[in-house]
């Protein structure tokens, strides 16, 4: 499925119909010198992905807070960087009292999920899966083909988020391709850490509610689909 045919999309509603921001190699380049991953591209100005931030109407909330949910979307270029890296978001930790969710409209990706306890998922997404993020979560995104990629999150009136790249060192671990498979990798030891997961992921919302309407049925079925009835 190509990223325009996609499977979920709102007949109207739609606030942000062009990209807020372009991630582009180099942008990822300045995240990582924070981090402990250094792999270099020489096609610093590469478009890893379009940010459509509020991409809906951000909608008004009680729960968990009072606040919003926002929703935005990420359209992937896909494809791989060097190393045998595949196109990337630039990954980061949740703040521990923020509720998010995915789901992909189009395409394939491969996230990768570290607990702030140190358990590891790393699993495959495709279009009609929703899953959510645990309290306080470092994860990150890979889309090895062109991809859309929907989330949901509370957060406040403001959409600022300083100290999204910065709340914590990225873990020591990415995804590679190895003898043309896809696995997870130590990057400090330069060596295999484990296969890449094929099931559905831990936290999948397996009643599959697409997050747009989700979004729009109210805190209590918000509250249900966290698991926090
Ligand atoms: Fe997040």
Request: negative net charge; proline residues 18%.
């Given at each position: 499925m190509s990223p325009k045919e996609s499977s979920a999309r709102p007949s109207?509603?739609?606030?942000?119909?062009?990209?807020?921001s372009l991630m582009r190699v180099r942008d990822l380049e300045a995240v990582r010198g924070k981090t402990r991953d250094g792999v270099r591209s020489?096609?610093?100005?590469?478009?890893?992905y379009s940010a459509y931030r509020d991409w809906l109407s951000p909608a008004s909330s009680?729960?968990?807070?009072?606040g919003v949910w926002r929703a935005d979307l990420v359209r992937y270029e896909g494809g791989m960087l060097e190393e045998?890296?595949?196109?990337r978001s630039m990954g980061h930790w949740n703040p521990v009292d923020q509720f998010e969710a995915f789901e992909v409209l189009s395409g394939e990706v491969v996230m990768l999920v570290m607990t702030p306890k140190g358990d590891l998922e790393c699993f495959r997404a495709k279009p009609m899966t929703t899953w959510t993020i645990p309290s306080g979560a470092y994860h990150l995104t890979y889309a090895p083909e062109a991809a859309e990629v929907l989330n949901i999150y509370n957060a406040g009136?403001?959409?600022?988020?300083?100290?999204k790249y910065s709340r914590g060192t990225a873990p020591d671990l990415a995804l590679r391709l190895l003898a043309g498979e896809l696995a997870v990798v130590s990057q400090a030891a330069d060596s295999f850490f484990g296969r890449l997961e094929?099931?559905?992921?831990?936290?999948?919302?397996?009643?599959?509610?697409p997050l747009i309407q989700l979004l729009s049925a109210g805190d209590r079925a918000l509250k249900a689909a966290f698991g926090c009835l």
């Open positions: 109207d509603g739609v606030l942000c119909r062009e990209p807020t020489p096609d610093p100005d590469r478009i890893l009680m729960w968990p807070s009072e045998g890296e595949p196109c009136h403001s959409q600022n988020d300083p100290g094929t099931f559905p992921p831990r936290n999948c919302m397996c009643d599959h509610r």
